[in-house]
């Protein structure tokens, strides 16, 4: 009996010994960081930051803001994710630049307004999340060209060499 006590109590150490091993292994090779995905705000874990924009997407506010405080809507947010169909989460635009044109009610005719963001002033608005990178804004517009009926909103990428990659356009009701 006693030498049976003995077996147990060495595979039990044994059995402690190699579960302590796997957890350790699993904290080291589980968790990957990486320098371009490193923002003043947040650390991101994962495969995120490098790439060509193949695509992005735009989230807006679900409808417009009233941001001055002033009696009114004047604005809207918006989130821009850019997108690498070779890499698993939103990636830094390192150049080019985003704009966002606003319209009456629909994408057709002359803007009302344009705000334009390059590589530069982008990183004011980076942020860096467990899902990828976004870039965070709120945009007020002019109020000599504000909207009347909807907001129809249009974010763009613009490539240093001059491509041009749309996002899906948003539509957003005023009401008073």
Not at 26 to 38: E, I, K, L, N, W
Not at 63 to 84: C, E, H, M, Q, R
Not at 118 to 135: A, D, R
Not at 154 to 169: C, E, M, T
Request: charged share 25%; aromatic share 10%; hydrophobic share 45%.
């Amino acid at each position: 009996m006693h030498k049976r006590s003995i077996r147990f109590f060495i595979y039990g150490q044994l059995f402690k010994r190699l579960i302590l091993f796997a957890f350790i292994a699993q904290v080291f090779c589980g968790c990957v960081t990486d320098r371009d995905s490193v923002s003043d705000r947040k650390i991101s874990i994962g495969l995120s930051g490098v790439g060509a924009v193949d695509s992005i997407r735009l989230f807006t506010s679900p409808s417009v803001l009233n941001l001055d405080n002033k009696p009114g809507v004047d604005g809207f947010t918006a989130k821009i994710y850019a997108l690498d169909q070779d890499m698993p989460k939103p990636i830094k635009v390192n150049k080019g630049e985003i704009e966002f044109l606003l319209y009456e009610s629909t994408i057709d005719g002359d803007p009302l307004q344009i705000w334009k963001f390059n590589s530069k002033k982008l990183k004011k608005h980076m942020l860096t999340t467990q899902i990828g990178v976004v870039y965070d804004f709120r945009l007020l517009w002019d109020p000599a060209n504000a909207p009347k009926r909807k907001a129809a909103i249009l974010a763009q990428y613009r490539s240093v060499d001059g491509k041009l990659i749309k996002a899906v356009p948003v539509v957003l009701p005023i009401t008073k």
